[in-house]
């Protein structure tokens, strides 16, 4: 089945400047690939998401892009604020969609 | 619309008893599905459903049973409570018949004593 492994596990940045969350996937018939943001204490929250037949995707400061080849995939924040700090989870779906395969997660700290 | 509505939010259990975790969503979503979140592990799946009448087992199906007897509700419950359960569990729901674009509720925190 799919593996997802999502790098780093922890990341801190200042405030104003890029971060960036890879993750890997093993399953090449994987075909849509969601970054979910989770803030204390409440649900995950899809932030962006991609599908395999696009290679970058953008909404204001988030992008993600893929890599198909290599079965890599990243999520970017620019300038990033105080209120992007949060854990953010990368996923894949494997077995025809219906099964969504997280990664173990980042923890994201903005300082100011 | 409320969403994706879990409770209880927060539970106390002692080893060998049961319980069942509620979960309901008005968006009338055909995929239904639990997760469990233990410390870097990420979300693991449990149980999801493709529509009502129709479950199936994820990566983490033991000790846990489903059921989606209507669109609205996809209750989990737990047959004799493990402290190896202790965890929080989210469920999620998706409109269409597949884990995208997939909406979480708030989560319940359940402790096995």
């Known amino acids: 089945g799919e593996n997802v492994e999502q790098h780093p596990s922890t990341l801190s940045v200042q405030e104003g400047d890029s971060a960036v969350i890879k993750c890997t996937y093993s399953?090449?018939?994987?075909?849509?690939f969601p970054w979910y943001k989770q803030e204390l204490g409440k649900g995950p929250q899809l932030i962006i998401d991609i599908r395999s037949n696009v290679g970058e995707k953008k909404d204001q400061r988030i992008a993600v892009t893929l890599n198909k080849t290599a079965k890599h995939f990243s999520l970017h924040i620019t300038e990033t604020q105080p209120e992007d700090s949060a854990v953010y989870f990368c996923a894949a779906t494997g077995q025809g969609a219906q099964k969504l395969v997280f990664g173990q997660g980042t923890r994201l700290t903005i300082n100011p | 619309n409320a969403g994706v509505t879990q409770t209880p939010k927060f539970q106390v259990l002692k080893t060998g008893q049961s319980m069942t975790l509620q979960c309901a969503q008005d968006?009338?979503?055909?995929?239904m599905s639990w997760y469990r979140q233990d410390p870097g592990m990420g979300l693991r799946l449990i149980h999801y459903?493709?529509?009502?009448?129709?479950?199936d087992q994820g990566e983490v199906p033991n000790g846990y049973n489903v059921s989606r007897s209507t669109t609205e509700d996809f209750p989990l419950r737990l047959l004799s409570a493990a402290p190896s359960q202790t965890s929080v569990y989210f469920c999620?729901?998706?409109?269409?018949?597949?884990?995208?674009?997939?909406?979480f509720g708030q989560g319940t925190r359940l402790t096995v004593v």
């Open positions: 999620a729901s998706s409109y269409t018949r597949v884990a995208t674009e997939a909406f």
């Open positions: 399953d090449s018939a994987s075909n849509y």
């Open positions: 459903s493709v529509g009502a009448g129709i479950t």
């Open positions: 968006m009338n979503h055909e995929y």
